[in-house]
């Protein structure tokens, strides 16, 4: 960006004496109209000094975001990413609950397990739909993330069909999916999708990751480090954990007798708590996304935006 054009840094703010506020800005405290007041000055309602309200709510680096080429519709993308992931993995939770509850003896019905599938497969499809907004969100974006974010997307294809094979084809053809011994060949085929999942589930995250954060870089709270920025890297470490339970399942079946039913029990703990991890995960991504929202659509003013100089200060 060319010196001419360049708005005053935050830290010049204080030493502009003739700089007055100009447009619509409210008192970080009480949400007085601050227009036409000193920077040097306080709110007349409360007392919190002006330059507080400033370092606040202006972005000093607002000017240098590349503008979103459509706002809402990126906001809207990405809200359906998490919404349809936490749907994917609510349905789930709940097949694997009435399973569970069920145990051997009473099987769930067939064709409810099947239809039930089939919604969750419908949170993935719309997951991987909002997810086409992180390829290109404006211009400028680096190639390499953009090639990341599309594999990212195409990948949801391959993760669907996977799924497909687990909560359509298997689960309806298991009676549990939680062995108290040594699992048949249809369990071991189900533990070994489950690794193919986990691990398209984890690329997809990562592949995702750097545009994800760009667009949340545009929080001034981000950039200045009052906000989490690890919830995906959590989101694969959970998925990391899950998948230590499948690996310990498929080492029972060559452990026979004792160490077999340990093997077992601490497969299946891993995995629980690895999927309860991960469902807080999500919503907790849900959180920040629909808190980013608003930002993308309207994102903090820049210093031009709430300043005016006399004297010639400032930029022309």
């Known amino acids: 960006m060319d010196a001419e054009h360049r708005s005053p840094a935050a830290g010049e703010i204080g030493l502009s004496l003739g700089a007055r506020l100009k447009g619509l800005l409210s008192c970080v405290r009480c949400h007085y109209d601050l227009r036409g007041l000193s920077v040097r000055g306080v709110c007349p309602e409360c007392g919190t000094p002006i330059r507080a309200t400033l370092l606040a709510v202006v972005d000093p680096h607002a000017q240098e975001l590349r503008?979103?080429?459509?706002?809402?519709?990126?906001?809207?993308?990405?809200v359906l990413w998490a919404v349809g992931a936490?749907?994917?993995?609510?349905?789930?939770?709940?097949?694997?609950t009435v399973m569970l509850l069920a145990g051997n003896a009473r099987a769930p019905d067939p064709a409810w397990i099947q239809h039930t599938g089939l919604i969750a497969l419908g949170g993935m499809v719309l997951s991987g739909l909002g997810a086409a907004a992180l390829v290109r969100?404006?211009?400028?974006?680096?190639?390499r993330w953009q090639w990341a974010a599309l594999l990212?997307?195409?990948?949801y294809i391959p993760l669907i069909a996977v799924h497909w094979h687990l909560l359509v084809h298997l689960d309806s053809r298991i009676p549990s999916p939680?062995?108290?011994?040594?699992?048949g060949s249809l369990l071991l085929e189900r533990t070994l999708a489950r690794l193919l999942a986990s691990a398209l589930l984890a690329a997809i995250i990562v592949l995702l990751r750097p545009t994800a954060?760009?667009?949340?870089?545009?929080?001034?709270?981000?950039?200045?480090?009052?906000?989490?920025?690890?919830?995906?890297f959590a989101l694969v470490s959970?998925?990391?954990l899950w998948s230590l339970g499948d690996l310990l399942i498929l080492l029972a079946q060559f452990r026979p007798g004792s160490a077999e039913?340990?093997?077992l029990t601490f497969g299946m703990m891993f995995i629980a708590a690895g999927s309860v991890l991960f469902t807080l995960g999500l919503v907790w991504l849900l959180v920040d996304v629909v808190r980013l929202c608003p930002i993308l659509i309207e994102p903090a003013p820049a210093v031009s935006d709430v300043m005016e100089f006399d004297d010639g200060e400032g930029s022309a």
Do not use: C, E, K, N
């Open 261 to 263: 039913s340990v093997l």
């Open 178 to 183: 939680y062995p108290p011994g040594r699992i």
């Open 137 to 143: 969100p404006h211009d400028r974006v680096p190639a």
């Open 238 to 240: 959970t998925i990391g």
């Open 152 to 155: 990212g997307v195409f990948l």
């Open 86 to 96: 936490l749907i994917a993995v609510g349905v789930i939770w709940w097949v694997r």
């Open 67 to 78: 503008p979103l080429y459509r706002p809402r519709l990126t906001s809207a993308g990405i």
């Open 213 to 232: 954060r760009m667009l949340a870089a545009r929080s001034l709270v981000m950039r200045l480090g009052r906000a989490d920025r690890q919830t995906m």
